[in-house]
Nanobody
Framework: QVQLVESGGGLVQPGGSLRLSCAASGSAFSIRAMGWYRQAPGKERELVARITSGGSTNYADSVKGRFTISRDDAKNTVYLQMHSLKPEDTAIYYC???????????????WGQGTLVTVSS
């Protein structure tokens, strides 16, 4: 069973920075892609950033130029570096991985528990 654990959320002032991390643990698995999603009160969950095993990335328009997604393959960890944070970035941020198990071709989605980011002065 693959598990994802997010960390790094908290309270930050507008214009500040924060780095989120998401570590995948388990055995006999590989990850095709990992991404960050967020959900604010009254809004649908939305994609923030995604990175594939090949290193390609994509971002929501609202965070381009401010957020950077990266990965550490040795640690099966993905990071989201956030700069110039705005109050509208306040949300629960969820990590999601597209996972396959050794010897299989199917992929399944695994979600973390979420970490709260609050941007407020």
């Amino acid at each position: 069973q693959v598990q994802l654990v997010e960390s790094g959320g908290g309270l930050v002032q507008p214009g500040g920075s924060l780095r989120l991390s998401c570590a995948a643990s388990g055995s006999a698995f590989s990850i095709r892609a990992m991404g960050w999603y967020r959900q604010a009160p009254g809004k649908e969950r939305e994609l923030v950033a995604r990175i594939t095993s090949g290193g390609s990335t994509n971002y929501a328009d609202s965070v381009k130029g401010r957020f950077t997604i990266s990965r550490d393959d040795a640690k099966n960890t993905v990071y989201l570096q956030m700069h110039s944070l705005k109050p509208e970035d306040t949300a629960i941020y969820y990590c999601k991985a597209d996972v396959s198990y050794t010897g299989e071709y199917r992929y399944l989605e695994v979600w973390g528990q979420g970490t709260l980011v609050t941007v407020s002065s």
